[in-house]
């Protein structure tokens, strides 16, 4: 992103902050070319793009100046109620024919699950592979099946530690990406017909293993901003013979939520107290915006009950299929289902990673993606204000790459889906993420992108075919 449109996006999330209110003037070309380090021209372009979005005003011989907003900002959608039933799962065949459509790179990615790979070092990656190729021990084909490893182990145990998580590397099974992971992780706590709760919504592939396994699933109400109910969570297990959570407490797909650390800490507490396991889907941790990295569960796991999965294709190496389990007290099982299943994940692509991780580039890494992210989140935000009609709500995740957009009641989300595709931009309709096919209005949109004229315009005509169902 050019220096314009940074300071564009961060004098325009100041505004919708209320740090800059209406009627207040913005620094002078002056003022602000000595305090960003920056040159004239590139000031009065972004001052230039705010006038043109109807943020702020120039007024002659004064300078410019925030105006009135035409429109209070929008709300966030309310908690979700799903009916709270066990259900039997029939999504895979919906769920494929909605995702067919994101592969075509001729479209506008707005429906898809990753983010831009030009914001990941895979060249630099790259060159740890060729090296890992090169020098790889003929022993370690052997050496390094399940677990995984042994410096890979060492160093994602590592990150745990830095967390406030105590993980032994024995604990930790490598896996071929988390959704391996996640699967595996079911098998471990749960037999064919058992009942799993999940948020609603949720992130549509964990329905898709649901569904492969010949489980069932009761859905929770989840707040957008706070994430699962506990209180309803507490109800369904005093209710129903739950076997199994399958939870992601840190910037949840597709909502964007964080669950409090009051909330978690409640969480694991009621787990605990009926002996129910918690499959931890924690892949967006590492994307948080601000200072703070969030908890996981697992941190404040005392009876191995928590089954903490991640991955480094979101942080870190989109495309080489690496991610894995802190499995509790379940490692073994999960180490004997992984073998059963695909033997072991590449050898050469485990020992990049580990090298790069011991040379310390993987934070370096993640302060740059972090700080891309949360300006994208700010012009998505602020798209979302200009082009989508009254009675609009959405969310506004502190992490992450992905949003939830309710729109007025009338939308037919699925229609909506095919009418974007023919003209070139996706979008992930929201009933792809329920069990019952809920959120017929709803739509998840990805901001993992950098922005641009492309996607600004992709997001005024999503506008305007919004607005003609109205």
């Known amino acids: 992103m050019n220096l314009y449109d940074r300071l564009t996006l961060d004098l325009e999330q100041r505004i919708r902050d209320g740090v800059l209110r209406a009627g207040e003037r913005l620094p002078s070309v002056r003022q602000a070319c000595r305090a960003q380090r920056i040159s004239p021209s590139t000031v009065l372009k972004a001052y230039y793009q705010l006038e043109s979005r109807g943020l702020i005003e120039a007024r002659p011989k004064s300078g410019y100046f925030v105006r009135p907003r035409v429109r209070p900002p929008l709300p966030e959608p309310q908690i979700t109620r799903p009916a709270g039933l066990a259900t039997d799962l ?49 022993l370690s084909t052997v050496t390094d099946l399940p677990p995984g490893n042994e410096e890979l182990l060492r160093q994602i145990a590592l990150r745990y530690l830095t967390g406030g998580v105590a993980v032994q590397p024995s604990e930790i099974v490598i896996t071929s990406g988390a959704m391996e992971a996640l699967n595996l992780c079911l098998q471990a706590v749960t037999r064919p017909g058992d009942l799993v709760a999940i948020e609603s919504p949720t992130f549509y592939a964990g329905l898709q293993a649901i569904e492969r396994l010949g489980l069932r699933v009761i859905e929770i109400p989840t707040h957008p901003r706070d994430g699962v ?135 370096t890494h993640l302060r740059r993606l972090r700080g891309a992210l949360e300006v994208q989140e700010t012009a998505m935000a602020a798209a979302i204000e200009r082009h989508f009609p009254a009675g609009t709500r959405v969310t506004r995740p502190r992490g992450g790459y992905v949003v939830w957009v309710e729109l007025p009641p009338q939308v037919d989300a699925l229609a909506l889906h095919r009418t974007a595709l023919a003209h070139g931009i996706s979008i992930a309709p929201g009933p792809i993420f329920s069990a019952t096919r809920e959120y017929r209005n709803c739509i998840r949109l990805n901001f993992g992108h950098p922005w641009s004229d492309e996607f600004e315009n992709a997001m005024a005509t999503l506008g305007d075919m919004i607005a003609g169902q109205l």
């Open 90 to 138: 029939n999504v895979s065949d919906f769920i494929f024919e909605i995702l067919e459509s994101v592969k075509d790179p001729a479209v506008v990615p707005l429906g898809s699950s990753f983010a831009s790979p030009h914001l990941y070092p895979l060249a630099k990656l790259g060159r740890y592979l060729a090296s890992a190729a090169r020098h790889m021990d003929p």
């Open 229 to 363: 109910s506990v209180a309803a969570l507490a109800d369904a297990l005093r209710h129903h013979p739950v076997k199994a959570c399958l939870l992601m407490l840190n910037f949840q797909n597709p909502l964007g939520a964080l669950v409090p650390d009051e909330n978690r800490r409640a969480l694991v507490e009621l787990l605990r107290e009926h002996d129910v396991p918690l499959v931890e889907d924690d892949t967006y941790a590492e994307l948080y915006f601000g200072k703070q990295a969030p908890l996981a569960a697992k941190s404040l796991d005392t009876s191995g009950l928590v089954l903490h999965v991640s991955s480094f294709s979101k942080s870190l190496a989109p495309g080489y299929r690496v991610g894995w389990v802190a499995a509790g007290r379940y490692a073994q099982k999960i180490q004997r289902l992984k073998i059963a299943t695909s033997l072991a994940t590449t050898v050469p692509v485990q020992i990049a990673l580990a090298d790069f991780l011991r040379q310390g580039a993987f934070d």
